[in-house]
């Protein structure tokens, strides 16, 4: 750091992943505790670094938050701060404006349990850690399914309403009071909110009583009557989230900002869809994603002014298109754009890295890319390869499969599996083994040319088949032409598509006496046949192409090809002709070759190599459409737990479209999810083809090529198998149960239950007098102990009776659920080393 930076008092940056937070107070830049992160005052801004590692480095975000109550004064500070973060970490860092209660997803990404907006702010006096602190006094406003946010409100019934989660924080005691038009995930959030607050805030000495039912909780609701006064008249209503729909952050519009001589211009270029090449690199641009959210893009070429003038830009263009102020804003520089940026045009491309497995996403269909070929029996030992290959298993399972003939399923002849007819639609059925039991996935297959009626049939016939094996298998919607990689390599590369006609008996037009196909693919998993128009200027030089003719069947092979591709065409070949097959080189054709084709004519003779590919980033939504307009809600950095059960979700991969329903999601977004599915690719903002495969997946019955996608996917989260083996294991898990029946709304150090039960205020007094700074070392009245004395502890400091081996047995169910983020039940089901994997991890080994 030069002096010139120590004299605007920047801080040492700590180049490691994770989070580093700071508060302006009295114009400097202070770093906060960690126990504080996910906290903001009101009264405050800060700023938020986040380094996360890359292949290639760190990818770095900065975010100056703003308060509600803060002053213009921080404001400016914290936007002048991040500039000079910005130079100092060489301009590669993306920026962000963050405005409290709008915060963009990336930041909430951060704070996994929620953030917590407190009043007041540190110029008032108050401090970010106050650890054992009992005397406070305050009601948290809970709101958010994904991403979790408490704001502190008045302590009144007025703020309540049906449809949210309200946290009375009394010090000692937290209680969780769930509206009645609460889901099962917002009361989940919540809880890992209290969770959270009484082991960071309080050293784990607090204790958490829940309200389901107030009429089954009336000691409970006692405690808050007398916190909040008696409640007069009926609760409110829930209120709906104010979000973006589709369609508004569909409508983008790109500004070209550059000077001219003393004036600023900002001229208004293109609209949707976008296209790379707009961005000029001596200049800045604005691109306006319907007033959702503003981006400037800084060119590497543009002035040191206009770079630091970014943000003031882009304020000023919200006020002067009269948007609102919260308004989220994201600085991005060229060669370092966010993924979110990326998304937003029709094409992006930057420089070629092969790494890991040697697999490159590509959106590209104009560049000639290589095959590469890998292991399929690494498929289920790396589930990461299975996605980016797009492969649910290695193929090796039953296929079967029946054409829509007057809207019913005919079954097809086996001996012609693989030739599908562009004027009908096939159901595809694919049975395979995991884990010893079977999974299914069927494909529908539209032609081009099929009827509305028969492409209706073939859906309405795909649910009963699917209803037939009890709604596990998964459902894959594809178009003719954009047939996934799983799909080809059912069919071991005799994948053939025929333009038009029918393979019913009774086909009526006659077959054409000359048709060219495409053979693209090096193996059996990869290959695909096309019929394209017969004529010359359908060659490709990359390609092998089959011409068949009354006489012979000519095998024309593109100076590009590779020798893999010319054995892949030859097995195709002798299926679809029976004539004599000769092969000819690109430029060694015969007379009557051209004659077939109607004459010579120019075509793609280019040996393209992929230099440049298209980077996409996996993205998770949440899909609603209840209210009537199109919600996506993104979840950014996901992982499994961000799947619910009564959730409708949607990860785009580009190249396909996965729809995964929670078993108990509504029946109105179940039925519409491949409508939503349709809609995303309508409406997204780079103009997506709207023939991408779209994949039905049901909880529980992910295939890999889903679950690849997620880190450290545990197949056993959902699992019907309840109580497994546990009471085998652990003879007195019978007794704790029963235990546990017993009223006991809150225990020393646990999370309560989630059960409406709570009903002993009584009990909750006694526990906190005495309730001592060291934790007691006797069960808490269900056979289970304090974290504190079975953590990180010896055999000699163990309770007496506790079996050193097994210290998680003695956990209570909360704080077990709490540490290793699963119940007893499901841990027990894990491989016995995983086992002790995660009690070293925890300190329990």
Same mark, same amino acid.
């Given at each position: 750091?030069?002096?010139?930076?120590?004299?605007?008092?920047?801080?040492?940056?700590?180049?490691?992943?994770?989070?580093?937070?700071?508060?302006?107070?009295?114009?400097?830049?202070?770093?906060?505790?960690?126990?504080?992160?996910?906290?903001?005052?009101?009264?405050?801004?800060?700023?938020?670094?986040?380094?996360?590692?890359?292949?290639?480095?760190?990818?770095?975000?900065?975010?100056?938050?703003? &308060?509600?109550?803060?002053?213009?004064?921080?404001? &400016?500070?914290?936007?002048?701060?991040?500039?000079?973060?910005?130079?100092?970490?060489?301009?590669?860092?993306?920026?962000?404006?963050?405005?409290?209660?709008?915060?963009?997803?990336?930041?909430?990404?951060?704070?996994?349990?929620?953030?917590?907006?407190?009043?007041?702010?540190?110029?008032?006096?108050?401090?970010?850690?106050?650890?054992?602190?009992?005397?406070?006094?305050?009601?948290?406003?809970?709101?958010?399914?994904?991403?979790?946010?408490?704001?502190?409100?008045?302590?009144?019934?007025?703020?309540?309403?049906?449809?949210?989660?309200?946290?009375?924080?009394?010090?000692?005691?937290?209680?969780?009071?769930?509206?009645?038009?609460?889901?099962?995930?917002?009361?989940?959030?919540?809880?890992?909110?209290?969770?959270?607050?009484?082991?960071?805030?309080?050293?784990?000495?607090?204790?958490?009583?829940?309200?389901?039912?107030?009429?089954?909780?009336?000691?409970?609701?006692?405690?808050?009557?007398?916190?909040? $006064?008696?409640?007069?008249?009926?609760?409110?209503?829930?209120?709906?989230?104010?979000?973006?729909?589709?369609?508004?952050?569909?409508?983008?519009?790109?500004?070209?900002?550059?000077?001219?001589?003393?004036?600023?211009?900002?001229?208004?270029?293109?609209?949707?869809?976008?296209?790379?090449?707009?961005?000029?690199?001596?200049?800045?641009?604005?691109?306006?994603?319907?007033?959702?959210?503003?981006?400037?893009?800084?060119?590497?070429?543009?002035?040191?002014?206009?770079?630091?003038?970014?943000?003031?830009?882009?304020?000023?263009?919200?006020?002067?298109?009269?948007?609102?102020?919260?308004?989220?804003?994201?600085?991005?520089?060229?060669?370092?754009?966010?993924?979110?940026?990326?998304?937003?045009?029709?094409?992006?491309?930057?420089?070629?890295?092969?790494?890991?497995?040697?697999?490159?996403?590509?959106?590209?269909?104009?560049?000639?890319?290589?095959?590469?070929?890998?292991?399929?029996?690494?498929?289920?030992?790396?589930?990461?390869?299975?996605?980016?290959? #797009?492969?649910?298993?290695?193929?090796?399972?039953?296929?079967?499969?029946?054409?829509?003939?007057?809207?019913?399923?005919?079954?097809?002849?086996?001996?012609?599996?693989?030739?599908?007819?562009?004027?009908?639609?096939?159901?595809?059925?694919?049975?395979?083994?995991?884990?010893?039991?079977?999974?299914?996935?069927?494909?529908?297959?539209?032609?081009?040319?099929?009827?509305?009626?028969?492409?209706?049939?073939?859906?309405?016939?795909?649910?009963?088949?699917?209803?037939?094996?009890?709604?596990?298998?998964?459902?894959?919607?594809?178009?003719?032409?954009?047939?996934?990689?799983?799909?080809?390599?059912?069919?071991?590369?005799?994948?053939?598509?025929?333009?038009?006609?029918?393979?019913?008996?009774?086909?009526?037009?006659?077959?054409?006496?000359?048709?060219?196909?495409?053979?693209?693919?090096?193996?059996?998993?990869?290959?695909?046949?096309?019929?394209?128009?017969?004529?010359?200027?359908?060659?490709?030089?990359?390609?092998?192409?089959?011409?068949?003719?009354?006489?012979?069947?000519?095998?024309?092979? $593109?100076?590009?090809?590779? $020798?893999?591709?010319?054995?892949?065409?030859?097995?195709?070949?002798?299926?679809?002709?029976?004539?004599?097959?000769?092969?000819?080189?690109? $430029?060694?054709?015969?007379?009557?070759?051209?004659?077939?084709?109607?004459?010579?004519?120019?075509?793609?003779?280019?040996? #393209?190599?992929?230099?440049?590919?298209?980077?996409?980033?996996?993205?998770?939504?949440?899909?609603?459409?209840?209210?009537?307009?199109?919600?996506?809600?993104?979840?950014?950095?996901?992982?499994?737990?961000?799947?619910?059960?009564?959730?409708?979700?949607?990860?785009?991969?580009?190249?396909?479209?996965?729809?995964?329903?929670?078993?108990?999601?509504?029946?109105?977004?179940?039925?519409?999810?491949?409508?939503?599915?349709?809609?995303?690719?309508?409406?997204?903002?780079?103009?997506?083809?709207?023939?991408?495969?779209?994949?039905?997946?049901?909880?529980?019955?992910?295939?890999?090529?889903?679950?690849?996608?997620?880190?450290?996917?545990?197949?056993?989260?959902?699992?019907?198998?309840?109580?497994?083996?546990?009471?085998?294991?652990?003879?007195?898990?019978?007794?704790?149960?029963?235990?546990?029946?017993?009223?006991?709304?809150?225990?020393?150090?646990?999370?309560?239950?989630?059960?409406?039960?709570?009903?002993?205020?009584?009990?909750?007094?006694?526990?906190?007098?005495?309730?001592?700074?060291?934790?007691?070392?006797?069960?808490?009245?269900?056979?289970?102990?304090?974290?504190?004395?079975?953590?990180?502890?010896?055999?000699?400091?163990?309770?007496?009776?506790?079996?050193?081996?097994?210290?998680?047995?003695?956990?209570?169910?909360?704080?077990?659920?709490?540490?290793?983020?699963?119940?007893?039940?499901?841990?027990?089901?894990?491989?016995?080393?995983?086992?002790?994997?995660?009690?070293?991890?925890?300190?329990?080994?």
């Amino acid at each position: 750091m030069t002096d010139a930076e120590a004299d605007v008092g920047l801080p040492a940056i700590d180049r490691k992943p994770g989070l580093q937070i700071w508060t302006i107070e009295k114009m400097k830049m202070v770093p906060i505790p960690e126990k504080a992160y996910g906290s903001f005052f009101e009264g405050d801004c800060y700023i938020v670094l986040h380094n996360m590692k890359t292949p290639n480095g760190f990818s770095t975000d900065l975010h100056y938050w703003i &308060g509600h109550d803060s002053s213009q004064d921080e404001q &400016g500070a914290a936007a002048f701060y991040v500039t000079q973060l910005d130079d100092l970490l060489g301009g590669s860092p993306v920026q962000h404006r963050e405005v409290q209660g709008h915060e963009s997803a990336a930041f909430k990404s951060y704070f996994k349990k929620g953030i917590i907006y407190k009043k007041g702010g540190v110029a008032s006096g108050f401090k970010h850690v106050e650890t054992n602190m009992y005397n406070i006094k305050r009601l948290l406003h809970v709101k958010g399914k994904k991403h979790v946010t408490a704001t502190e409100v008045d302590l009144s019934w007025d703020k309540f309403n049906k449809g949210d989660v309200f946290l009375l924080d009394l010090g000692k005691v937290l209680i969780q009071w769930n509206g009645p038009s609460c889901n099962v995930a917002e009361k989940s959030r919540g809880m890992v909110l209290a969770r959270s607050i009484r082991d960071g805030e309080r050293g784990g000495r607090a204790q958490i009583g829940i309200i389901d039912s107030e009429k089954d909780c009336p000691d409970l609701m006692q405690i808050m009557k007398a916190a909040l $006064g008696e409640r007069r008249g009926e609760l409110k209503e829930a209120v709906p989230d104010e979000k973006a729909d589709e369609l508004q952050k569909a409508n983008v519009r790109l500004y070209h900002v550059y000077e001219n001589g003393k004036d600023l211009v900002v001229q208004e270029i293109a609209t949707r869809p976008l296209t790379q090449d707009l961005l000029q690199r001596e200049d800045c641009h604005i691109l306006d994603q319907g007033g959702f959210k503003i981006y400037v893009w800084r060119g590497k070429d543009s002035s040191k002014e206009e770079k630091k003038a970014a943000f003031s830009r882009a304020v000023g263009f919200i006020q002067a298109k009269g948007y609102p102020p919260t308004t989220n804003v994201e600085v991005v520089n060229d060669g370092a754009e966010s993924a979110m940026f990326k998304q937003l045009f029709q094409k992006w491309t930057g420089k070629y890295e092969t790494q890991g497995l040697g697999k490159a996403y590509s959106i590209g269909k104009t560049a000639k890319v290589d095959q590469a070929k890998f292991d399929i029996a690494q498929l289920h030992a790396q589930p990461e390869l299975a996605a980016e290959q #797009r492969m649910a298993d290695d193929a090796s399972g039953n296929v079967e499969v029946w054409r829509i003939e007057d809207l019913e399923m005919a079954p097809v002849n086996p001996r012609t599996y693989g030739q599908f007819y562009g004027g009908d639609c096939y159901l595809v059925l694919y049975t395979y083994m995991k884990s010893g039991r079977p999974h299914y996935i069927i494909y529908m297959w539209f032609g081009r040319h099929a009827s509305a009626d028969e492409i209706t049939a073939c859906a309405f016939n795909a649910v009963q088949l699917d209803q037939k094996y009890k709604d596990e298998p998964v459902q894959v919607r594809v178009v003719m032409g954009k047939e996934p990689r799983h799909f080809l390599a059912l069919f071991k590369g005799n994948l053939i598509i025929y333009e038009g006609g029918t393979s019913r008996a009774q086909a009526s037009e006659p077959e054409p006496a000359i048709r060219l196909f495409q053979v693209r693919g090096t193996d059996e998993f990869n290959t695909k046949t096309i019929e394209v128009p017969a004529r010359a200027s359908s060659l490709n030089s990359n390609d092998v192409f089959l011409l068949k003719t009354n006489q012979v069947c000519y095998l024309w092979c $593109g100076k590009g090809c590779s $020798g893999d591709e010319r054995e892949m065409a030859k097995n195709v070949a002798d299926i679809i002709s029976k004539r004599d097959k000769q092969t000819i080189l690109e $430029g060694q054709e015969p007379a009557e070759f051209w004659v077939a084709l109607g004459g010579k004519a120019p075509y793609a003779s280019d040996k #393209r190599f992929q230099e440049e590919v298209a980077q996409y980033q996996p993205r998770l939504f949440e899909c609603s459409n209840q209210t009537g307009r199109f919600i996506m809600t993104e979840i950014v950095d996901f992982c499994q737990d961000d799947l619910d059960e009564d959730d409708v979700m949607l990860l785009d991969t580009w190249e396909e479209i996965f729809l995964w329903v929670g078993k108990v999601a509504n029946n109105y977004e179940k039925t519409e999810s491949i409508s939503s599915a349709k809609e995303y690719l309508k409406t997204h903002p780079a103009g997506r083809d709207l023939a991408t495969p779209i994949i039905l997946v049901k909880q529980g019955h992910e295939p890999l090529n889903f679950t690849g996608w997620f880190t450290a996917w545990d197949p056993y989260k959902w699992s019907d198998l309840k109580n497994a083996n546990l009471n085998n294991r652990n003879p007195s898990s019978n007794a704790n149960r029963n235990a546990s029946n017993t009223p006991n709304p809150v225990s020393p150090g646990t999370g309560g239950s989630s059960e409406p039960h709570q009903t002993q205020s009584d009990n909750i007094s006694t526990n906190i007098n005495n309730n001592h700074n060291t934790p007691s070392l006797e069960a808490n009245g269900n056979g289970a102990y304090p974290r504190e004395v079975l953590i990180n502890k010896t055999v000699d400091d163990l309770p007496e009776g506790v079996d050193p081996a097994k210290k998680e047995y003695y956990l209570s169910d909360a704080d077990f659920c709490d540490i290793f983020g699963k119940t007893k039940d499901e841990f027990y089901q894990m491989p016995k080393w995983k086992q002790q994997n995660e009690k070293k991890q925890y300190g329990l080994f």
